[in-house]
């Protein structure tokens, strides 16, 4: 359970800081309540945990061993795509287009509803998080580690994971993303991605 814990923890996040869901309450968090915020930011995170670890109980129903190998596999494909992605990037670029990208959209939903609630920001924050998690690395993530690992501790690491980023984000999102490289931020994800892999590799042929 340990193992499963950190590695969600660890994996999510990595994956989840200049991502944009840490976007996404970053900027509400600018315009509107942080504690409002960060319920719904939190809350659409926690429920896609929940459903990514189902998703991973059912394909655990597989054969072990065709699990453990799909696990390894997606572990290293992410690795090495985001080793690759890094090495294109300049030490200088940060995080900051898709931030001015998620701004824009945020700026297009709001126009369209002039009167906000702590209800309706909730609404937002919850929607809008969920639907950009959807399809996500992390997710795939999740599924992968919860179909080869204890699903109990991969649900608390990774929504320990999730809470943590979105805290860093209504608190000081756009200025931490200001400062980091985001080449630094790719490289050590796609380290983690790899150590998991091998840490991976080595129990299945024990």
């Not at 960060?38 to 059912?58: D, P, Y």
């Not at 287009?97 to 924050?125: F, G, H, M, P, Y």
Request: hydrophobic share 50%; proline share 2%; glycine share 8%.
């Amino acid at each position: 359970m340990l193992t499963a814990f950190t590695a969600a923890l660890l994996l999510t996040t990595v994956s989840e800081i200049g991502d944009k869901t840490f976007f996404i309450a970053a900027i509400l968090a600018m315009r509107h309540s942080r504690r409002v915020v960060f319920a719904g930011a939190s809350a659409a995170l926690a429920v896609m945990t929940v459903l990514s670890v189902g998703m991973g109980q059912v394909a655990s129903l597989l054969p072990e061993h065709y699990v453990a190998w799909a696990e390894i596999l997606l572990f290293l494909g992410f690795g090495l795509k985001l080793l690759y992605d890094a090495s294109q990037m300049s030490p200088k670029d940060t995080p900051m287009d898709e931030c001015k990208q998620t701004e824009a959209e945020i700026n297009q939903l709001e126009a369209k509803s002039k009167r906000r609630t702590q209800w309706t920001v909730l609404a937002q924050a919850f929607g809008m998080t969920f639907l950009a998690e959807w399809g996500d690395r992390t997710q795939f993530t999740t599924i992968a580690l919860a179909a080869a690992n204890n699903p109990v501790g991969v649900t608390l690491g990774a929504i320990l994971g999730h809470a943590i980023c979105a805290a860093i984000a209504v608190q000081c999102g756009r200025y931490v993303c200001g400062k980091l490289s985001e080449r630094t931020l790719t490289s050590i994800g796609g380290a983690l991605f790899l150590l998991f892999a091998s840490v991976s590799f080595v129990e299945l042929i024990r």
